[in-house]
């Protein structure tokens, strides 16, 4: 599996746009790339998937280049609520394959 | 549509108890997944079950964790003795089989405090 590296934490105000950067440089080709966000006595929960270039969907974007050694997640304008602990997950993430969890990072967007 | 329930949401017992945790999947979900964090450390995997049936257990950590899933509906997770290194959060999470890339739903995990 894959291992993978993350800043263990970040601050942000509000309102900003908060890039956190995953590093796997042992991926394998069938291997996609998944975040997933926690926050406090709550399970995490999966926030967007990628395997190449760049996804967008209502939370966030990911963007992945084309050597796909790293990929960034990207929040737009940052909430006092989005705080919490981003999980960047590496692996052929099929419905049916365990997840892999790293430390992740944990956000703390302040006012 | 529901998600992911656990019950109980927290637990307080003492070394050499047993304890028995419960995960309800999101309904047609036939596979469940258990994993725990203690304290200080990431999420583990567990196992896995398709239906009623053990996939992969690789992550049970000894023969004190009996997990089953009677009829592939609910599971539960006991643990017997219970041992002070077993307190931790334990979660459970569910996802179809037969989706590919399909995401993994969490429960909100029960809280397992051994003294």
């Known amino acids: 599996l894959a291992k993978t590296t993350q800043p263990i934490s970040m601050d942000s105000y509000e309102g900003q746009e908060v890039n956190i950067t995953c590093s796997h440089n042992?991926?394998?080709?069938?291997?996609?790339i998944t975040w997933y966000q926690q926050f406090p006595s709550q399970g995490p929960r999966f926030i967007i998937q990628?395997?190449?270039t760049k996804v967008t969907n209502e939370v966030a974007s990911l963007f992945i280049p084309a050597d796909r050694k790293s990929s960034t997640l990207s929040l737009p304008r940052v909430s006092l609520s989005d705080t919490a602990v981003y999980y960047c997950?590496?692996?052929?993430?099929?419905?049916?394959?365990?997840?892999?969890f790293g430390k992740g990072t944990r956000l703390s967007v302040i006012a | 549509e529901a998600g992911v329930t656990q019950f109980p949401s927290h637990s307080v017992i003492e070394k050499g108890q047993t304890v028995t945790l419960r995960c309800d999947p999101i309904?047609?979900?036939?596979?469940l997944y258990w994993y725990r964090r203690v304290m200080g450390k990431e999420i583990k995997f567990l196992l896995h079950?398709?239906?009623?049936?053990?996939?992969?257990e690789s992550g049970m950590p000894n023969n004190r964790f009996l997990a089953e899933r009677t009829g592939g509906t609910y599971s539960t997770l006991k643990v017997q003795p219970a041992e002070l290194e077993d307190s931790g959060v334990y979660f459970c999470?569910?996802?179809?089989?037969?989706?590919?890339?399909?995401?993994?739903?969490f429960g909100p995990g029960t809280r397992l405090l051994v003294l």
């Open positions: 997950l590496v692996g052929d993430h099929s419905g049916n394959t365990p997840l892999v």
């Open positions: 042992n991926i394998a080709t069938n291997d996609y």
């Open positions: 309904s047609g979900h036939d596979n």
């Open positions: 079950f398709v239906k009623e049936s053990k996939q992969d």
């Open positions: 999470a569910s996802s179809q089989a037969d989706r590919y890339q399909e995401t993994q739903y």
């Open positions: 990628g395997y190449k």
